[in-house]
């Protein structure tokens, strides 16, 4: 398989590129100071509840919004003073997904098509088939699922640089999240592309993504590869001797809960030092693992996601 190679690539250029972006909406701060950096190639999550900030942040790469404090740049232009260039070199799909109910698949991509230069017919057809898409159907008979792989070929057919996907599986059954992320993945892994998208479902981000950031009432909580998240955080079963002094308080705990003897703790740190803390107030560790990406943003922002 022939793999594209884009500039940003090439010179290790940021795909995106924010720093500091502020953005208010009446007495409510949206974003609060967030900056991102998107590497060329990943799949980058955004991960945050309902209300985070997601949508907003995709806007202003987009160029929807003028940041009021603070820099956007993709692929090193500025999305509100060159649309055309930025734009040109961004498939988008959004939650919405509003596509005309009245045209058919074939209509549909014969439409999108006329806006898109680098519109790809093989690549385009070769997709509708994966999908599994009828071309004679109309939009407005088309499942969840079918009418988001559609809205997904017609953001990937010209083969752009960078896929910007907010909620992406938002109200999809099991089945047709799956085949939406596998596509996704496969266009990065095949082909190098970029990929951003914001989702609320973490144990989805958690499978495709190399990197994420995390949104909390507008700012970042945490940001990272997620290997090495996960590297950095553990989760240990204590058993004490007896009934503990409450609240616990041991080195690098982010969350404890349990009843009796039997806790259950998250922390980051040194292991070691962990273990020597909880010797010393006369328990032991009885069990420990990897904590999931849901229980570390539980964690640090004391919601579900």
């Known amino acids: 398989m022939n793999v594209e190679h884009f500039p940003e690539q090439e010179n290790g250029m940021d795909v995106v590129c924010i720093e500091g972006l502020v953005r208010r909406f009446r007495r409510a701060d949206a974003l609060d100071g967030v900056s991102l950096r998107v590497r060329p190639g990943t799949v980058h999550g955004l991960v945050g509840e309902n209300g985070a900030g997601k949508t907003t942040l995709l806007e202003h ?41 009245w ?10 098509k006329a806006f898109y230069p680098g519109w790809d017919d093989v690549y385009a057809e070769q997709k509708r088939n994966d999908f599994g898409l009828d071309p004679g159907a109309k939009i407005k008979t088309l499942s969840r699922g079918e009418r988001a792989k559609a809205g997904l070929l017609c953001a990937i057919a010209y083969r752009p ?52 950031t995390m949104l909390h009432h507008g700012k970042v909580v945490l940001d990272g590869s997620l290997d090495t998240i996960k590297e950095n955080y553990h989760r240990a079963t204590l058993r004490f001797g007896g009934e503990p002094a409450l609240p616990l308080h041991l080195p690098g705990q982010r969350a404890a ?19 020597a803390e909880v010797a010393a107030l006369g328990a032991e560790v009885t069990d420990r693992n990897v904590p999931t990406l849901e229980e570390i943003f539980i964690a640090e922002t004391g919601h579900s996601a």
């Open 257 to 275: 809960s349990g009843h009796g003897r039997d806790w259950n703790v998250l922390f980051t740190g040194e292991e070691a030092r962990f273990n």
């Open 103 to 112: 045209m058919t698949v074939r209509e549909l991509m014969r439409y999108s």
């Open 161 to 212: 640089p960078l896929l910007l996907l907010d909620e992406p599986s938002s109200g999809l059954d099991v089945t047709a999240r799956h085949d939406i992320l596998e596509a996704i993945v496969r266009t990065v892994a095949d082909e190098g592309r970029t990929v951003l998208f914001s989702s609320h479902l973490l144990d989805e981000v958690e499978r495709v993504s190399d990197n994420i």
């Open 61 to 101: 790469i987009l160029g929807g919004y003028r940041p009021q404090a603070g820099t956007v740049s993709v692929f090193g232009q500025d999305p509100v003073k060159d649309p055309v260039a930025v734009l040109s070199r961004i498939g988008y799909l959004s939650e919405e997904r509003d596509i005309p109910g």
